[in-house]
T-cell receptor, first 113, second 116 residues
Framework: GAGVSQTPSNKVTEKGKYVELRCDPISGHTALYWYRQSLGQGPEFLIYFQGTGAADDSGLPNDRFFAVRPEGSVSTLKIQRTERGDSAVYLC???????????FGPGTRLLVL | AQKVTQAQTEISVVEKEDVTLDCVYETRDTTYYLFWYKQPPSGELVFLIRRNSFDEQNEISGRYSWNFQKSTSSFNFTITASQVVDSAVYFCALSEAREYGNKLVFGAGTILRVKS
């Protein structure tokens, strides 16, 4: 079956702009996670959705970051007023519920100039 | 707070050598999960194994084996007879074992280079 997909694969933007990153989880997976991976580091947790609700957003670095999952499937991570420090790979993962193994997408590489 | 340490930043081996990647973790939870993921040059994290804290049996899958020791809080990963295709970044990770929302805490990763 199809795995987790993320679009775009690469995004280049200018400082101060708004960006949206999309994640399409594995069909039927109710749990969805966003992580951020900076160069040379392990992924860091941002936010977790169980169904449509953000059950844990403790990893979002500040209020410029926001994520939605309105129908319990596709999720969008939104970053306002981007800064150069936001440059990273943004990874999405899904699992059948909240307890099982997470399966990752290929990531979106964001570069803020 | 949970923490995962992968002290080996980079390891280089010659094909067919055995190699062990170290992972040490910290947690106050009595029940937790440990994971290994592989990140090849393509960038996608590939799941390798999940281990419950109650299960200390070592596991073998083909050329891969894992040694879990609660006494030393370690979950080491050994590749036997390494191959060039094993070249990747390997991440050890830890999560709580809650009913929902088991967010992963990753180590910094170990870069494995296998030379022919």
């Amino acid at each position: 079956g199809a795995g987790v997909s993320q679009t775009p694969s690469n995004k280049v933007t200018e400082k101060g702009k708004y960006v949206e990153l999309r994640c399409d989880p594995i069909s039927g997976h109710t749990a969805l996670y966003w992580y951020r991976q900076s160069l040379g580091q392990g992924p860091e947790f941002l936010i977790y959705f169980q169904g449509t609700g953000a059950a844990d957003d403790s990893g979002l670095p500040n209020d410029r970051f926001f994520a939605v999952r309105p129908e319990g499937s596709v999720s969008t991570l939104k970053i306002q007023r981007t800064e150069r420090g936001d440059s990273a790979v943004y990874l999405c993962a899904s699992s059948p519920s909240g307890r099982e193994t997470q399966y990752f997408g290929p990531g979106t590489r964001l570069l803020v100039l | 707070a949970q923490k995962v340490t992968q002290a080996q930043t980079e390891i280089s081996v010659v094909e067919k050598e055995d190699v062990t990647l170290d992972c040490v973790y910290e947690t106050r939870d009595t029940t937790y999960y440990l994971f290994w993921y592989k990140q090849p040059p393509s960038g996608e994290l590939v799941f390798l194994i999940r281990r419950n804290s109650f299960d200390e049996q070592n596991e073998i899958s083909g050329r891969y084996s894992w040694n879990f020791q609660k006494s030393t809080s370690s979950f080491n990963f050994t590749i036997t007879a390494s191959q060039v295709v094993d070249s990747a970044v390997y991440f050890c990770a830890l999560s709580e074992a809650r009913e929902y929302g088991n967010k992963l805490v990753f180590g910094a990763g170990t870069i494995l280079r296998v030379k022919s």
